[in-house]
């Protein structure tokens, strides 16, 4: 059973992360082989102000 944990800037609609699941969804069973059922994905959003990249906050 895969877990995908991801982690994105706030912001997506539910509509986007629907289509985001089911797109790695279908993925994870194409590749790894393993039911659609099985495979578990938890969202977290963000905030700009909480994620740096090269020593910068995003919301800078």
Do not use: Y
């Amino acid at each position: 059973m895969p877990t995908i944990h991801v982690e994105m800037f706030e912001g997506r609609t539910t509509e986007q992360k629907r289509d985001f699941v089911k797109a790695v969804t279908e993925a994870a069973v194409a590749t790894l082989g393993c039911k659609p059922e099985s495979v578990d994905i938890i969202i977290q959003d963000v905030k700009k102000e909480n994620w740096a990249t090269g020593g910068k906050l995003w919301s800078d």
